[in-house]
C-alpha cells in the first residue's frame, strides 16, 4: 500500500459540452453547500470563433505562478492531493494571482 494520493483532473469536452452549466451548479454545491454559480471554480464560456461551450478553470499547475508571485502567500499547494488554494483570510485582493495565471482563473 502506498501513501500516495491519486490526483483528480477534471477534463472538459467542449465536443460534448451543451452550455447546461451543471457542473457549476456541482461545484457550488459540493464546496460550499449551496446551488450559488458565482461560487462555482468553473466557468463555462461560449466560445465565438469555434462556436463552442469552453469551461475554464484551474489546472492545479505542478509549479503554480500564482503561487509564486502571491505578495503574502495566500496560495498553497497541497503536497498530498496537488489542489491549488486560495486561503482567504490571508489574501489581500491584489489580483496578482488572476494577472499572472494563464487562463485568469483566480477569482477574488
Known amino acids: 500500500m502506498t501513501n500516495e494520493t491519486e490526483q483528480m483532473v477534471l477534463v472538459h469536452d467542449p465536443d460534448r459540452c ?41 489546472h492545479h499547475c505542478d509549479d503554480p505562478i500564482c503561487m509564486a508571485v502571491c505578495p503574502v502567500n495566500a496560495i498553497v499547494k497541497d503536497e498530498n492531493t496537488g489542489i491549488v488554494r486560495i486561503q482567504p483570510a490571508k489574501c489581500i485582493g491584489c489580483r496578482l494571482c488572476n494577472t499572472m495565471c494563464p487562463l485568469s482563473v483566480p477569482w477574488v
Open 18 to 58: 451543451v452550455g447546461c452549466r451543471f457542473c457549476m451548479v456541482a461545484c457550488s454545491h459540493k464546496h460550499f453547500g449551496v446551488v450559488d454559480l458565482s461560487k462555482s471554480n468553473i466557468r463555462i464560456y461560449f466560445d465565438l470563433k469555434t462556436l463552442r461551450f469552453e469551461a475554464i478553470y484551474c
